[in-house]
């Protein structure tokens, strides 16, 4: 089949395909992810073949879950914070997924489709409500519980993260029985959707 006659969807249609919002496909034809060509109005299209290659690359073709072993992802720019939450947790017997820049958290939470996400809130590139909020808005990720471990501690601060959807939040810095009584709280215990 020619490159003519291959079906070349926009970035809403690929969207759609990928459950994620059109800004995260833009961003990953920026980022080079996906192959796009572009119209003379200045708009992406992206060929067929090229997003199946990149749902194939990321395993974004739905399939069933085997495993039963419970996967946490973890957001945090701080490599310290990250691997004091991989000891913690994987001494528990929880399979990590460790994300250091907040760009990374739609695609790979829609590619993992974790048990519960511990997100730090304060990060350089996008800030946690903004994240919080993009994973409310995918339907892949929507089903997630999320709790906010975060420096943020004033009552207005905390009340925005529960309103932007978060379900659970930790100030910072946290006490690991505290952390783990609410990640065995949270985890697997999935969210309504609506």
């Known amino acids: 089949m020619s490159e ?9 249609e690929a969207a759609k395909i ?18 796009a060509s572009r119209t003379p109005g200045g708009h992406y299209r992206i060929l067929e073949a090229d997003l199946d290659k990149f749902r194939e690359e990321y395993d974004m073709f739905p399939r069933d879950k085997g495993e039963t072993k419970r996967r946490v992802m973890v957001v945090d720019d701080d490599p310290d914070a990250l691997a004091l939450m991989e000891k913690i947790l994987t001494d528990e017997g929880i399979e990590l997924i460790k994300v250091s820049s907040a760009t990374e958290v739609g695609l790979k939470a829609a590619q993992f489709v974790p048990d519960l996400i511990l997100l730090d809130f304060l990060m350089p590139e996008i800030n946690g409500f903004e994240v919080t909020k993009a994973l409310r808005n995918n339907e892949l990720t929507q089903g997630i519980p999320i709790m906010a471990v975060t420096c943020l501690t004033k009552e207005q601060d905390i009340e925005k993260i529960f309103e932007c959807g978060a379900d659970e939040y930790l100030a910072k810095p946290y006490k690991v029985d505290q952390l783990l009584k609410k990640v065995q709280e949270l985890i697997g215990k999935g969210r309504p959707v609506e």
């Open 4 to 12: 003519r006659e291959q079906k070349a969807y926009t970035t809403f």
């Open 18 to 35: 990928c459950h994620v919002t059109h800004h995260s496909i833009k961003n990953w034809i920026k980022q080079g992810l996906i192959k």
